[in-house]
């Protein structure tokens, strides 16, 4: 057996493998040869003294550092917005103090020549009395550092007499007393002890003139760490600049023009350097040294200067950053190579890799392996291995690598990692461990969108892949079908030892390929994407007895094998919601993690008690808990010993949890109710709690001691009149309570996020700190609520006003909407940064001003506004009131809509709306005159369309992001 340890268990005996370990030891061995040449050049080069002082060894390499600032640099292309504003902050006058600029971007991006830029531009150096530039690396010494900073301060050559780091602090506060001081420190890589920062930056925050450091780093979290102000990320040239770079470095000359040839593959070299300036200099050395077509051919076609570059460049540089890796953060950051540079891992779908792998490992703590593995992830984006995006369609935090750190991985594992692709297919070396095999780019659908079969690809995968036995790893990308797998049935029999396959594949295709595999017997993890996604899952899925992940998303209502429950080490099963509740006896799945929708049925297998011995559950979602009908029965579900889980969802009817506020009616009697929510009491490490369609009138008893929980959102619950206080819920952020028909009054604690939705008694609140409120909330969200007369906050405005303390600082968020009661105070928004402001079906609308001039007179729609997307950045304006807009700088979407008494507008008052992208103006009849009655309707560089009036428009700059795709203006 080839089983990893996990957590509470010890490690199985495995077998001595000769070739693995002689291979590792070979690979050690190499190193470490590369490790004393370089050491032997170093002994003779300084003699038998250097190993007897380090002292002398630091001294040496400072004095190198030193002299980084004032080598008279290479022209630095590009760059310009970036040097003007550090200079603009550096030579800005600020209070007493120490003020710290980070500038982060990965390795060869520029970050050094850009404070060379700032460090010797005229106007810093006339500012300030001293200019310093130490350079810290990887070697973090406070002695060293401060004795740098004190060999320029006071002229002299050394200061390596003085040990004492009090003195040391002294001298220096004598030295730059009384002057304004720049500080330099170049390539930063220790973020974890901010005490020794403190201590090293204490002297000159003394300074009666003040400090300003400038810090380059890769690592973000230095960034975090040091800085004082959001730092500069450094990104990859501008093309412009750097083709005249790239011209520089492989001609000599920026402006070279004389072969064009070799200036249109010059071209196409710099599409694979990314913009990269120690890219550039790098394979411009190599191209230069033979200006021919032939020698700069090969450079492209076959990409020799990426491996080339580890023995210098940037590939050196990149490398260094990864020999300091531990070792399992090497692992990880490996094996994302297998897939393509633009692939976007989901968080959890990384971690759940590395686990199948056994790079994650348990080291007798607390914590779950996939915890652990959730750890790696800030370790690697801090330092730059790693980036992190949003997903656009999903919100999902996602992870990418860069296009260098890509590279950088494909060179570093090219013994273990390989990917085969269709167009640029390379025979596999037999020490692979993991392949990944791209059919995208050979197969090209015809007009019917059918892929006919590239024989010569096939023909060279047969030739080449004659073993796949020594495989831990196989990822197909891309689409095939049962005529492809049909081709490798022999070859991928033999993959006896795959710990991770995912397949792309049609629905017919997928049974051949996985009755491939006969004895897949150490698979971990198996992530099939059909293209369909229609259809019964193979039902070889259930023999697979050491899956511990199943990624079935792609497919729609998926009917699961009728054994599945027999796959007893399965962790996480990703499958639709629907798909959950077709599970027999799903309680034999002890160590799955996520069960979104488990549907309690009056059938065997279905029970409530199914829950019971699954303890490993982080998220649950119970649906149908009419069902239930004892307390007694409820306790069975033992969600009480589930130490482990974070979200809860308990629902009487069918779970809704695809809605953000979703419905479900109550049902059930009032006492049978009460009974079952008491028998569901949670973990107190429950940290997100959804209760729907519950129909008792009293709270759970357990919900005012559930201390860790951070969201709370209760829904549909027809009969519940009342909350608890939550004073002993010292973390919860946000409460979310729709559709409460009976509940009249709500105790608000300090929170993030306020929803209430629906709810027509409501009508009292008690607050426990108003305070605490106004400066925490973010988003404020109040719809059909027609008895609520006041708010805590609205009451209060005026007094925060008369304290001079802001009024809701951090609201990003605000929406009203049919309170006809309501008294919303003015002026708004309250705060300058918000996004989305929507004040619908209010008759006081408040005055939306500031210290703005210009007015706005906007009419009435008595129907209100239906079609309002909450889910964007906008604000709807529907009523007929006087408004001023000043310093919306985050909003993003206007629509002016049914204001009949609209007769113009100002856009000299719009044009404070910095990020404006969209304007919409419907129904405003008065603002479109006759041709007798003209009036000038004033628009920056747009003119409107299919008014079906004589409008005219005026360019006056007013509105500087909007274009003319952006405006709609409709009768």
């Known amino acids: 057996m080839d089983d990893e340890p996990t957590c509470g268990t010890k490690p199985k005996t495995h077998l001595w493998n000769k070739a693995g370990f002689l291979q590792r030891i070979e690979e050690i061995t190499r190193r470490l040869q590369d490790i004393s040449g370089f050491l032997s050049k170093v002994l003779k080069l300084h003699g038998s003294d250097f190993v ?10 400072s004095d190198q550092h030193l002299r980084t600032s004032s080598v008279v640099p290479r022209k630095v292309y590009g760059r310009v917005t970036e040097k003007d504003y550090i200079i603009k902050f550096m030579t800005q006058d600020k209070p007493d103090g120490s003020y710290v600029l980070p500038i982060v971007g990965s390795a060869g991006v520029g970050k050094t020549a850009l404070a060379q830029l700032v460090y010797n531009d005229p106007i810093v150096a006339e500012h300030f009395d001293q200019r310093i530039w130490v350079s810290v690396s990887n070697n973090f010494d406070e002695l060293r550092l401060f004795r740098e900073v004190l060999d320029f301060v006071s002229q002299k050559q050394t200061h390596e007499g003085l040990y004492s780091f009090a003195k040391l602090q002294e001298v220096l506060k004598m030295h730059i007393a009384s002057k304004r001081v720049l500080l330099i420190l170049d390539d930063v890589w220790d973020d974890f002890n901010f005490r020794r920062w403190s201590q090293l930056l204490a002297p000159l925050k003394c300074n009666t003139k003040g400090t300003k450091i400038l810090l380059t780093t890769q690592k973000l979290s230095v960034a975090q760490t040091v800085g004082t102000v959001e730092p500069i990320e450094l ?15 492989a001609f000599g000359d920026e402006n070279y023009e004389r072969n064009q040839n070799l200036s249109n593959i010059g071209s196409q070299i710099v599409e694979e350097l990314k913009g990269n300036p ?16 032939d020698h700069w051919n090969n450079i492209l076609k076959n990409e020799d200067w990426k491996p080339l570059q580890l023995n210098g460049g940037i590939m050196s540089a990149l490398k260094l950053s990864f020999d300091q890796l531990p070792y399992r953060l090497q692992q990880c950051f490996l094996f994302c190579a297998l897939f393509p540079e633009t692939y976007k891992f989901a968080d959890e779908e990384l971690v759940q890799i590395w686990i199948s792998q056994g790079f994650v490992k348990c080291d007798n703590s607390s914590k779950r392996l996939e915890e652990k593995g959730f750890d790696y992830l800030p370790d690697l984006v801090n330092l730059g291995f790693l980036q992190q995006v949003e997903r656009e369609e999903t919100d999902q935090t996602c992870y990418i690598m860069h296009d260098l750190m890509h590279d950088l991985a494909r060179v570093v594992s090219r013994t273990e990692f390989a990917t085969i692709d269709a167009l640029q297919y390379c025979e596999m070396m037999p020490t692979i461990r993991h392949l990944s095999i791209v059919s995208d780019s050979g197969y090209n659908a015809d007009q019917h969108g059918d892929k006919p079969r590239n024989n010569k690809f096939e023909k060279k995968m047969l030739a080449g892949c004659t073993s796949l036995r020594k495989l831990r790893t196989l990822v197909f990308l891309g689409q095939y079908d049962m005529f492809f797998f049909k081709s490798f049935q022999d070859i991928l029999r033999e993959a006896h030892n795959l710990r991770l396959l995912q397949i792309s594949a049609t629905s017919d295709g997928l049974n051949p390929l996985l009755c491939s595999f006969v004895n897949l017997k150490h698979l971990r993890y198996l992530d099939i994407k059909a293209a369909d996604g229609l259809g019964a899952l193979p039902q070889i899925l259930s023999k697979f007895c050491h899956l511990e992940v199943l990624h079935v998303g792609s497919y729609t209502n998926p009917t699961m094998p009728v054994r599945i429950d027999h796959v007893f080490r399965l962790r996480h099963l ?3 919601e629907g798909a959950y509740s077709s599970i027999a006896n799903i309680g034999n799945l002890t160590s799955l993690q996520e069960l979104p929708n488990f549907v309690v049925q009056n059938s065997s297998g279905f ?148 929803v209430l939705i629906q709810m027509p008694k409501l009508e009292r609140f008690s607050c426990m700190s108003t305070r605490d409120l106004n400066s925490n ?57 918000i996004s989305k402001l929507s004040i619908v079906d209010v008759p006081t609308l408040p005055r939306i001003g500031g210290s703005s001039a210009d007015t706005l007179t ?38 002016i809509d049914g204001c009949h008494n609209l007769l113009s507008i100002s856009f000299t008052g719009l044009g404070e709306l910095v990020s404006l992208k969209s304007l919409e103006i419907c129904s405003c009849r008065k603002l479109f005159l006759s041709p007798q009655k003209k009036k000038k309707l004033f628009l920056s560089n747009v003119i409107p369309e299919h008014t079906g009036e004589d409008v005219t428009a005026a360019n006056c700059n007013s509105l500087p992001s909007l274009s003319l795709s952006e405006l709609s203006v409709a009768e």
């Open 858 to 895: 906007i009419g009435s729609r008595s129907e209100g506004y239906d079609n309002f997307d909450p889910s964007s950045d906008v604000m709807t304006i529907l009523d007929c009131k006087m408004l001023v807009f000043h310093n919306l700088r985050g909003l993003r979407y206007l629509r």
């Open 607 to 754: 029970e409530i008690t199914q829950l019971q011995s699954m303890k490993e559950l982080v998220r649950l979602g119970v649906s149908q808990l009419k069902n239930v009908k004892t307390r007694e029965e409820a306790n069975g579900a033992g969600l009480r010993e589930k130490q482990h889980l974070k979200v809860l969802h308990l629902s009487w009817g069918v779970a809704s949890s695809g809605d953000e506020y979703g419905r479900d009616m109550s049902s059930g009697t009032d006492r049978l109710s009460v009974e079952v929510i008491e028998g569901h009491e949670p973990h107190n490490n429950l940290k997100h709690l959804r209760i729907s369609g519950y129909n008792g009138h009293l709270s759970p008893s357990w919900l005012a001691n559930s201390i860790s929980l951070q969201t709370l959102h209760i829904e549909g619950c027809g009969k519940l009149e009342i909350l608890p206080s939550f004073e002993q819920l010292p973390f919860l952020r946000k409460l979310k309570l729709t559709e409460m028909p009976s509940m009249t009054e709500v105790s608000i604690p300090s929170l993030e996020e306020l």
């Open 574 to 576: 990703v499958t639709e």
């Open 52 to 61: 007897a002082s380090s002292n002398h060894y630091r001294s040496i390499t």
């Open 278 to 293: 120690l890219a550039a200099a790098t394979a411009g050395e190599l191209l230069r040294r033979n200006l021919t077509i």
């Open 235 to 249: 990104r990859s040239l501008a093309y412009d600049d750097f083709w005249l770079l790239f011209k520089s470095c």
């Open 777 to 833: 909330l973010r988003v404020l969200k109040i719809q059909r609520c027609p008895a609520m007369k006041i708010f805590p906050l609205f009451e209060s405005s005026q007094k925060f006003k008369i304290e001079q303390k802001s009024w809701l600082p951090s609201l990003r968020e605000l929406i009203i909407n049919g309170c006809p009661n309501l008294h919303v105070p003015h002026p708004l928004p309250p705060s300058p940064t």
